[in-house]
């Protein structure tokens, strides 16, 4: 009797472990896919500390790199504006959640000697 109730609580716990690991699981899965819109459009900056090639070598090294993770291929290059930041659009758009890792990818990334920040992300 004892040793059966054992091997009961033992096979709930098990399963409360199985479960909370496959719950764990789907909450941090990138679902990947596009967005309703035709463009994301993503504005940023760059700051550079000794990186002896230019701020727009810089910009499209940071953008080339995170994109690259998001596995997305229809990208324009980074376009520097008036005001200095940098503009770039992905086609189709990108939806929230990949939105959100590709502006923590530009923010918290640090190349050698490049940092980013971003100033805009919209989906037009």
Same mark, same amino acid.
């Given at each position: 009797m004892r040793t059966a109730r054992n091997v009961v609580i033992l096979l709930v716990v098990i399963g409360a472990v199985l479960f909370g690991v496959h719950a764990l699981e789907e909450a941090t899965e990138y679902h990947g896919g596009s967005g309703a819109a035709a463009t994301t459009t993503v504005v940023f900056t760059v700051q550079e500390k000794q990186f002896s090639h230019g701020a727009d070598l810089a910009a499209t090294t940071?953008?080339?790199?995170?994109?690259?993770?998001?596995?997305?291929?229809?990208?324009? $290059?980074?376009?520097? +504006? @008036? $005001?200095?930041?940098? +503009? @770039?659009?992905?086609h189709p758009s990108l939806p929230a959640d990949t939105r959100r890792r590709l502006r923590g990818c530009l923010e918290d990334l640090t190349l050698d000697r490049i940092r980013g920040s971003v100033t805009r992300i919209a989906s037009s």
């Open positions: 940071l953008w080339e790199t995170c994109v690259g993770t998001l596995g997305w291929s229809d990208t324009s $290059d980074p376009v520097r +504006q @008036a $005001d200095g930041s940098y +503009q @770039a659009e992905v």
